[in-house]
């Protein structure tokens, strides 16, 4: 079992930055896919970004390519999102997501085992 929570989301102005993070409990932290889905009111759940167990494979969505950052630490379970360059159509209640076996595929929230609370990210124009 794995248990994920969610910190780091507020209110921002367009083109600010926030730092997400994800605390993830259990020995078998460094073992799991880790993800970022977004879901904004009215629409389906999306997948944001990726990484693998290493670190060594990654995935962002387009939408969030070169103002995003998936990052972890596998010594302090934990897995971190850089946002910058904030839009107001970030805006979403973001949601830590885990699963075991491969990478790929990553777009799917079926695939995935566990997940946080969720954390709010509002970004205002």
């Known amino acids: 079992q794995v248990q994920l929570v969610e910190s780091g989301g507020g209110l921002v102005q367009a083109g600010g930055s926030l730092r997400l993070s994800c605390a993830a409990s259990g020995r078998t932290f460094s073992t799991y896919t880790m993800a970022w889905f977004r879901q904004a009111p009215g629409k389906e759940r999306e997948i944001v970004t990726a990484?693998?167990?290493?670190?060594?494979?990654?995935y962002y969505a387009d939408s969030v390519k070169g103002r995003f950052t998936i990052s972890r630490d596998n010594a302090k379970n934990t897995v971190y999102l850089e946002m910058n360059s904030l839009k107001p159509d970030d805006t979403a209640v973001y949601y830590c997501?885990?699963?075991?076996?491969?990478?790929?595929?990553?777009?799917?929230?079926?695939?995935?085992?566990?997940w946080g609370q969720g954390t709010q990210v509002t970004v205002s124009s």
């Open positions: 997501a885990a699963k075991l076996g491969r990478f790929r595929p990553v777009g799917e929230p079926t695939t995935f085992d566990y």
């Open positions: 990484i693998s167990w290493s670190g060594g494979n990654t």
